[in-house]
């Protein structure tokens, strides 16, 4: 059998073996009849869960289980499985004093198959803890295929051997000689220049204005 089949077996006996010992428990177990003159009798039913109460509470702590291992792996998997092997192996045990420590009355056949019922579910839970703990750590987990996986990192050395040829293909016409100066850009006027030159300008366009105003032609002069 493929550790996949193992799994969904073995989930799927917890789940049917708790299912059916939470039916099983609310099922009546015991009916007492007390016979009253002059009324009618009096009928006190008392179901599984009543008689046993922590029948219920192992159901779905076996219930809980079936999910639990679709969710782990590894040893944690593998100790849940015998936890669900102890649980199961509870519940035989209640269903049994249940049904051995209690009169029946007139429950008629439910008093004898409902605790069956509740034997065989804590057998089938026991059954997958069981199975659980011998081959869990073999079985995938529940979505492992969509788990995200590390990213590799990218190596250095592709890097590394890369920098020296690049400093080398820069050799020759490439690589701008050591000896020779860099090229120098013409330097800017300066502002004091810049200045004068400006008041030039202003002097010579209002000299041009006086001798029109005059009625000199400055163009011939």
Same mark, same amino acid.
């Given at each position: 059998?493929? #550790?996949?089949?193992?799994?969904?077996?073995? &989930? %799927?006996?917890?789940? !049917? *073996? $708790?299912? =059916? /010992?939470?039916? @099983?428990?609310?099922?009546?177990?015991?009916?007492?009849?007390?016979?009253?003159?002059?009324?009618?009798?009096?009928?006190?039913?008392?179901?599984?869960?009543?008689?046993? #109460?922590?029948?219920?509470?192992?159901?779905? &702590? %076996?219930?809980?289980? !079936? *999910? $639990?291992? =679709? /969710?782990?792996? @590894?040893?944690?998997?593998?100790?849940?499985?015998?936890?669900?092997?102890?649980?199961?192996?509870?519940?035989?045990?209640?269903?049994?004093?249940?049904?051995?420590?209690?009169?029946?009355?007139?429950?008629?056949?439910?008093?004898?198959?409902?605790?069956?019922?509740?034997?065989? /579910?804590?057998?089938?839970?026991?059954?997958?803890?069981?199975?659980?703990?011998?081959?869990?750590?073999?079985?995938?987990?529940?979505?492992?295929?969509?788990?995200?996986?590390?990213?590799?990192?990218?190596?250095?050395?592709?890097?590394?051997?890369?920098?020296?040829?690049?400093?080398?293909?820069?050799?020759?016409?490439?690589?701008?000689?050591?000896?020779?100066?860099?090229?120098?850009?013409?330097?800017?006027?300066?502002?004091?220049?810049?200045?004068?030159?400006?008041?030039?300008?202003?002097?010579?366009?209002?000299?041009?204005?006086?001798?029109?105003?005059?009625?000199?032609?400055?163009?011939?002069?």
């Amino acid at each position: 059998m493929s #550790p996949q089949r193992e799994l969904a077996t073995s &989930v %799927a006996a917890c789940l !049917a *073996g $708790a299912a =059916l /010992a939470i039916y @099983g428990a609310t099922r009546v177990w015991s009916v007492q009849v007390t016979e009253r003159p002059g009324l009618t009798s009096l009928r006190t039913q008392a179901t599984g869960a009543a008689q046993q #109460p922590w029948l219920i509470g192992l159901a779905l &702590v %076996a219930l809980a289980g !079936a *999910g $639990a291992l =679709l /969710a782990t792996r @590894g040893l944690p998997r593998r100790l849940l499985g015998g936890l669900l092997t102890l649980v199961g192996a509870a519940l035989v045990g209640a269903a049994i004093t249940g049904r051995a420590g209690h009169d029946p009355g007139a429950a008629g056949a439910g008093a004898t198959f409902w605790p069956i019922a509740c034997g065989v /579910a804590g057998a089938l839970v026991a059954w997958g803890g069981l199975t659980a703990a011998r081959h869990g750590h073999h079985w995938p987990a529940m979505g492992s295929r969509y788990e995200r996986r590390p990213v590799p990192s990218l190596s250095a050395e592709p890097a590394a051997t890369q920098a020296p040829s690049a400093a080398a293909g820069l050799t020759g016409s490439q690589a701008p000689a050591s000896d020779s100066p860099p090229p120098q850009r013409p330097a800017a006027a300066s502002a004091p220049e810049a200045t004068q030159a400006g008041a030039a300008r202003s002097i010579d366009t209002r000299a041009a204005w006086e001798a029109l105003d005059r009625g000199d032609d400055p163009t011939t002069s």
